[in-house]
Each structure stands twice: as structure tokens, then as C-alpha cells.
T-cell receptor
């Protein structure tokens, strides 16, 4: 079975500061990993995905994520946060089934 | 760009009503999904469909049914709406058969916020 944990319900950062959102997964082999963003009142948009190869993945809107097998983690990072990044972020893992499991989400609050 | 369109952004229905939530995608995707999203619970899969006329239960199918008569349309049905079905409902689709890794991400609709009173 696959599972994913996002340990932080809320994260607050100042505009211009760096950001790291945590994601830990559980799966027996190398999974497929995703980060999605949901702006208020909107559906989910895919930020980036990891399948194999380079463990540092670049996504849209200046985000990147690093797959660390030893830590079962896939943390999302951004060097400088903009006010428009305030949103809900979801990590998802897909193992043997093609149905991904989503984390409960992390709400990002950006202070001016 | 693939578009997934949910027919209503906001719906208010009465307890006991039969409710239809419609989802249409325009890129010939085989797989379609219905999720509900609740604060603190993330996304939970209600039903999904591999292809036309095929459906599978997800994690929380109770109180819901689905219909997929045409490839582009996937309907979620609440046979008798109850207040505990007040939620945000998200539809998603996915293409199979495309070269990897193109087919590994979902495309989501904007969601339907349903309130049952």
C-alpha cells in the first residue's frame, strides 16, 4: 500500500523568503511522486513530477523538489516566495496502481 | 491544453434531492475521477472510470454513483443528498497510452462547491 504524509498543515513565510514544504511517502519500491497547487476556489494544478533519473526535479512557477530515497521524502522548495504563491499544496504518491494517493495538504500563507 | 470543465462552480441543494455533478474533458482521456475535498482530509477518491461504461469504487463510494456513457463525460450522482455530502467536488482526467511521462499527471477541473441544506 502507498501513503503520503504532509506533516505541516500551515506554513507561514514572508514574501521573498525561501520555502520548503515537506512530504514523506511510504511505498516498497520507487514511486512516482507529484506536487500539485490549488489556488483559492480553483482545481489542482500540477507543479512537478518525479518518475526516475535526476532526483532534483524542476517545475513550473520556480518550484523544485528533491527525491531522497533514504529519507522517503519529496520536499518542495522555492528560493524566493511571492505573494501569489499563497495556496494549498498537495503531495501525491503513485505506486503499483495508477491511482495516486494525496496528502492532506499544506496551506501556505505569505506575509508582505 | 487539456480542459476539464465542471458545469457548476457552486450548488445549493436540499436534503433528499437527487443531485447530478457533471464533468466534461475535451482531450479524449480514457481515465476520469471524482474526488471530494474536505478541510484537513485532503482529497478522497469517490469513483473512477477506466473508460466508457466502466466504473470502479474509490475509497468513499457510499451515497454516490457515477455514469460514463460517453468518453468525454463523467457524472457523479448523489441519489439522496445529505448534509454530510456538503463538500468541494473535484473531477480529474488522465490520458493513458501516451509516451511516458506525459500520461502520469492528472488534469483537474475547477471544482464544484456543493452545499446541502
Amino acid at each position: 500500500a502507498q501513503s503520503v504524509t504532509q506533516p505541516d498543515i500551515h506554513i507561514t513565510v514572508s514574501e521573498g523568503a525561501s520555502l520548503e514544504l515537506r512530504c514523506n511517502y511510504s511505498y516498497g519500491a520507487t514511486p512516482y511522486l507529484f506536487w500539485y497547487v490549488q489556488s483559492p476556489g480553483q482545481g489542482l494544478q500540477l507543479l512537478l513530477k518525479y518518475f526516475s533519473g535526476d532526483t532534483l526535479v524542476q517545475g513550473i512557477k520556480g518550484f523544485e523538489a528533491e527525491f531522497k530515497r533514504s529519507q522517503s521524502s519529496f520536499n518542495l522548495r522555492k528560493p524566493s516566495v511571492h505573494w501569489s504563491d499563497a495556496a494549498e499544496y498537495f503531495c501525491a504518491v503513485r505506486g503499483g496502481s495508477y491511482i495516486p494517493t494525496f496528502g492532506r495538504g499544506t496551506s501556505l500563507i505569505v506575509h508582505p | 491544453d487539456v480542459k476539464v470543465t465542471q458545469s457548476s462552480r457552486y450548488l445549493v441543494k436540499r436534503t433528499g434531492e437527487k443531485v447530478f455533478l457533471e464533468c466534461v474533458q475535451d482531450m479524449d482521456h480514457e481515465n476520469m475521477f471524482w474526488y471530494r475535498q474536505d478541510p484537513g482530509l485532503g482529497l478522497r477518491l469517490i469513483y473512477f472510470s477506466y473508460d466508457v461504461k466502466m466504473k470502479e469504487k474509490g475509497d468513499i463510494p457510499e451515497g454516490y454513483s457515477v455514469s460514463r456513457e460517453k468518453k468525454e463525460r463523467f457524472s457523479l450522482i448523489l441519489e439522496s443528498a445529505s448534509t454530510n455530502q456538503t463538500s468541494m467536488y473535484l473531477c480529474a482526467s488522465r490520458l493513458t497510452g501516451a509516451p511516458r511521462p506525459t500520461n502520469y499527471g492528472y488534469t483537474f477541473g475547477s471544482g464544484t462547491r456543493l452545499t446541502v441544506v
